[in-house]
C-alpha cells in the first residue's frame, strides 16, 4: 500500500517557475518508479516526467529543457522543478508511483492545480 500526496500548484506568470512535491509514504520500499503526469488531448494521462529506482529519467518531448524531475530518497519525496513555463503546461498535474508485481501495481496522487496565465 502506498499513498501519494502532491502539493506545490498554483498561479504562475509565462516564464515562471514553479516546483511540485509529492510525498510517499506506506510500502516505500517497494517503489519502483515514480512519476508526474498530466491530462492530454486523446489520452487518459500524458507522461511528464518519470525516474525509476536506477534512476532513469524520461521527459515528455513538449517539457524536455524545461522540466527537471528528481528525489530525495531520505524524505520519500519526489520533485518536479518546472521552468519556463507556457500556458499550455496549465494543467492538474498528478503524481504516480509504479509497485511491480503486486496489484493495483499504480497509485495516484490527487493532483495538483498549476495555473500559467498573465
Known sequence: QVQLVESGGGLVQPGGSLRLSCAASGSI?????????????????????????????????????????SRDNA????????????????????CEANVPYIPPYDYWGQGTQVTVSS
Do not use: C, H
Not at 34 to 44: E, L, T, V
Open 29 to 69: 520500499d517497494s517503489i519502483y518508479a515514480m512519476g508526474w503526469y498530466r491530462p492530454a488531448p486523446g489520452k487518459q494521462r500524458e507522461l511528464v516526467a518519470r525516474i525509476t529506482r536506477a534512476e532513469r529519467i524520461n521527459y515528455a518531448d513538449s517539457v524536455k529543457g524545461r522540466f527537471t524531475i
Open 75 to 94: 524524505k520519500n519525496t519526489m520533485y518536479l522543478q518546472m521552468n519556463s513555463l507556457k500556458p499550455e503546461d496549465t494543467a492538474v498535474y498528478y
